[in-house]
Each structure stands twice: as structure tokens, then as C-alpha cells.
């Protein structure tokens, strides 16, 4: 049963500090997801890839978050510094195109606190 | 703005009772429509999606939907529902040239 792993689950960190979150995409989807979670805004899209390369970032705030794929196997998504209103679950989809959109499998997340 | 809106924000049924959870997007032309539960802790999981063909789109453990194009409606469906059925439920949409949006999900606890 192939499914999306997050890394880490759970990270608990001090503002400013760099935070680094991996995802390991289903092997054979092309395209990668990264969200956001949080109660007040449920959930937000802030980067997607397709085969690698980074097709939609504007939901993401530019001077603080970078997200890459360095290969097919690794997504990561990057903050630095932190700041408190970062708190939220971050998950990573990948997908497959399917027709003419993408069908999602979501990971398990990674909930970040910043203190 | 494209919008997808669940109107309920928690919804509390006992078991055995029937469920509809309603979606409303704001935009016509051609979408594809997803639900997605999440269970208490867990990451979203895709119960259903309809692309095209019949509007009633039969998903995961027991539940339905059906596209209303005329309504803008991707309502979800359980004719009887159980303690473990509680989660919180997610529409998305996707139009043929945007991103997945997501409403701001439906919480539904069953009570045993």
C-alpha cells in the first residue's frame, strides 16, 4: 500500500530558528503538494511541482519559505526564520494525472509549533 | 473569488441516522470535485471524486455524492452513519486550469 511519508511529524521549534520538513512522494506520481492546515484558514495551497519542476508558489510567503524537489524521491519545504504565526500542520500530497486533473494522496503531516 | 463553501461547520448525528454534508462552489465551467475525510490525527484521505459521467459517484466505506451542475452541488451521503464515520469531511474543487480548493470542512461527530 504506497503512501506519502512526512518528516518529521512533529516539530517543536523557537522563532527564528530554520525549519526543514521532508516529503517522500508515492513512487511514479509526478506531481507534489504542499499545504497548510490551520484552524482559522482550514487548508491552503502553497507550492505545487510537476515532474520536479515548481509550477505554482504563490501561496507562499516568499522571504521566509522555499520549497524544492531535488529529486523525484525528495520534496522539501523550508522556513527560515520562523515565526510563531507559522504554527500549523503542513502536509504533502502527491498525485497522478488522472484525465485532465490530478487525483491527491496526502501524507500524515508534519504539525510545527514555533515558540 | 473562486469559493467552495460547507455550510455546515459541525454536524452531530446518532448512529444509524443518515448524513448529508452540502459543497457549494462559485464558479461554472468544467470542475472536478473531490471529498476527503480526515480522522481524528490523521492525514486527509480521498473518499470519493467525480471527473465526468453519471453524477452520482459512489466513494469508500458506504458513501455518495452527486454533482448538481445546475445547483453548483457536490453534496456527500451516507444513508446510515457510524461512531467511526467521525472525522471532518473536506470538499475540494479543481477547475480544468486552477488549483484544488478546499472549503473549510464539516466536522461530524456520531455519537454511539
Known amino acids: 500500500d504506497a503512501r506519502v511519508t512526512q518528516t518529521p511529524r512533529h516539530k517543536v521549534t523557537e522563532m527564528g530558528q530554520e525549519v526543514t520538513m521532508r516529503c517522500q512522494p508515492i513512487l511514479g506520481h509526478n506531481t507534489v503538494f504542499w499545504y497548510r492546515q490551520t484552524m482559522m484558514q482550514g487548508l491552503e495551497l502553497l507550492a505545487y511541482?510537476?515532474?520536479?519542476?515548481?509550477?505554482?508558489d504563490s501561496g507562499m510567503p516568499k522571504d521566509r519559505f522555499s520549497a524544492e524537489m531535488p529529486d523525484a524521491t525528495l520534496a522539501t519545504l523550508k522556513i527560515q526564520p520562523s515565526e510563531p504565526r507559522d504554527s500549523a500542520v503542513y502536509f504533502c500530497?502527491?498525485?497522478?494525472?488522472?484525465?485532465?486533473?490530478?487525483?491527491?494522496?496526502f501524507g500524515p503531516g508534519t504539525r510545527l509549533t514555533v515558540l | 473569488a473562486q469559493s467552495v463553501s460547507q455550510h455546515n461547520h459541525h454536524v452531530i448525528l446518532s448512529e444509524a441516522a443518515s448524513l448529508e454534508l452540502g459543497c457549494n462552489y462559485s464558479y461554472g465551467g468544467t470542475v472536478n470535485l473531490f471529498w476527503y475525510v480526515q480522522y481524528p490525527g490523521q492525514h486527509l484521505q480521498l473518499l470519493l471524486k467525480y471527473f465526468s459521467g453519471d453524477p452520482l459517484v459512489k466513494g469508500i466505506k458506504g458513501f455518495e455524492a452527486e454533482f448538481i451542475k445546475s445547483k453548483f452541488s457536490f453534496n456527500l451521503r451516507k444513508p446510515s452513519v457510524q461512531w467511526s464515520d467521525t472525522a471532518e469531511y473536506f470538499c475540494?474543487?479543481?477547475?480544468?486550469?486552477?488549483?484544488?480548493?478546499f472549503g473549510k470542512g464539516t466536522k461530524l461527530s456520531v455519537k454511539p
Open positions: 500530497a502527491s498525485g497522478y494525472r488522472d484525465g485532465n486533473t490530478d487525483t491527491q494522496y
Open positions: 511541482f510537476r515532474n520536479r519542476a515548481p509550477l505554482d
Open positions: 475540494a474543487v479543481k477547475r480544468s486550469q486552477g488549483n484544488l480548493i
